[in-house]
């Protein structure tokens, strides 16, 4: 949707969504499989569809962000905000805004994904803590001693992607918290400087780090659908 109103051609494929758009495809045939055939008097299933679909779509909304923040990074060629031109000063706020964008919903999709495994598995994490995260699942896992199997995939791909994640969550905590993070960013500079000119942050290694945050996400919600797919045939085969 995005690309098409900068008149961008579409998406062409799915790339590194493949895996966890069909992961959640098929967990939602199961779903409604339930569904279909009556079983589902509490609507606990159709939940569990709704929330399905909802990631879907967030991590679509992710994909364009990550792509649009990354594109308007490459149109940024000076180190120094005051020596661009309007149109490169438009196209690093712009960046800046997908950028943002990018990675608030990378937590915002991992927080999702606890969520729907919280109840999924009646892990009853909110017992532990009221506002629990993705992260607080995981150790739920441990503390229960159950689904260990998926825990262990879900730890590894945590400590994969650490680093860059760690870098996101702190300009997430900057932005919600704080101060935009492109002033906490000038300020800093400005304490390290004494003429005033403002260096700008590392854009492209910024913009690296978004997209292993995006290669986390999928790589996380790939390995969770397919084992809940597996517990779901296991748990009502006939």
Not at 83 to 107: A, C, L, P, W
Not at 108 to 135: C, P, V
Request: net charge negative; glycine share 4%; with cysteine.
């Amino acid at each position: 949707m995005l690309r098409i109103l900068l008149g961008l051609p579409p998406r062409a494929e799915l790339a590194e969504m493949q895996g966890a758009v069909e992961a959640m495809q098929h967990v939602l045939s199961q779903l409604q499989k339930r569904i279909s055939e009556g079983h589902d008097p509490e609507h606990i299933w159709r939940k569990h569809e709704i929330w399905t679909k909802g990631l879907i779509e967030s991590l679509d909304e992710l994909e364009q962000s990550v792509f649009l923040a990354g594109h308007f990074a490459d149109r940024v060629r000076n180190s120094y905000q005051d020596e661009m031109s309007q149109q490169e000063n438009t196209d690093y706020h712009r960046h800046v805004y997908f950028y943002k964008d990018g990675f608030i919903r990378v937590f915002s999709i991992l927080d999702k994904l606890g969520t729907l495994m919280n109840d999924l598995f009646e892990l009853h994490t909110e017992r532990a803590k009221a506002h629990f995260s993705f992260f607080t699942v995981l150790r739920q896992f441990q503390y229960l001693g159950v689904h260990l199997a998926l825990m262990d995939k879900l730890n590894t791909l945590k400590e994969q992607y650490n680093e860059p994640l760690r870098h996101l969550r702190k300009w997430r905590n900057i932005e919600i918290h704080y101060m935009n993070m492109e002033m906490q960013d000038d300020l800093n500079q400005r304490d390290q400087t004494l003429d005033g000119k403002i260096k700008l942050e590392d854009i492209q290694q910024r913009q690296n780090d978004l997209e292993l945050g995006y290669r986390m996400a999928c790589d996380t919600l790939q390995a969770a659908f397919e084992y809940i797919e597996i517990m779901l045939r296991n748990k009502y085969q006939r």
